[in-house]
């Protein structure tokens, strides 16, 4: 079983920058990919970023690419996604999950997920 606290929301500007942490629990981190996935009011969830259990490959959706940077720490057991650039649109809960096995944006196959974290950002 994964447990995962993320932290770090709260509200910013626009064009501001805001990094979002999540702790995870147990002592097998290094063996799960993690990914970040948000929610905005009204729609689906949608995939952030992803990042593997070596943190060697990194994955993200295209509207966040050169903006937002997923990464980890293992001697934490910490995931941290650092946004720049944010916009109103970013707004959303953004989520943490694990899972054991090969990097995806697939959201499905992520069976461990924290609570959430909501993000606001103002114009």
């Known amino acids: 079983q994964v447990q995962l606290v993320e932290s770090g929301g709260g509200l910013v500007q626009a064009r501001g920058s805001l990094t979002l942490s999540c702790a995870a629990s147990?002592?097998?981190?290094?063996?799960?990919?993690m990914g970040w996935f948000r929610q905005a009011p009204g729609k689906e969830r949608e995939f952030v970023a992803a990042?593997?259990?070596?943190?060697?490959?990194?994955y993200y959706a295209d509207s966040m690419k050169g903006r937002f940077t997923i990464s980890r720490d293992g001697a934490k057991n910490t995931v941290r996604l650092q946004m720049n650039s944010l916009k109103p649109e970013d707004t959303a809960v953004y989520y943490c999950?694990?899972?054991?096995?090969?990097?995806?944006?697939?959201?499905?196959?992520?069976?461990?997920w924290g609570q959430g974290t909501q993000v606001t950002v103002s114009s």
């Open positions: 999950a694990a899972r054991f096995g090969p990097l995806t944006n697939d959201q499905s196959l992520f069976p461990y």
């Open positions: 147990g002592r097998t981190f290094s063996t799960y990919a």
């Open positions: 990042i593997s259990d070596s943190g060697g490959r990194t």
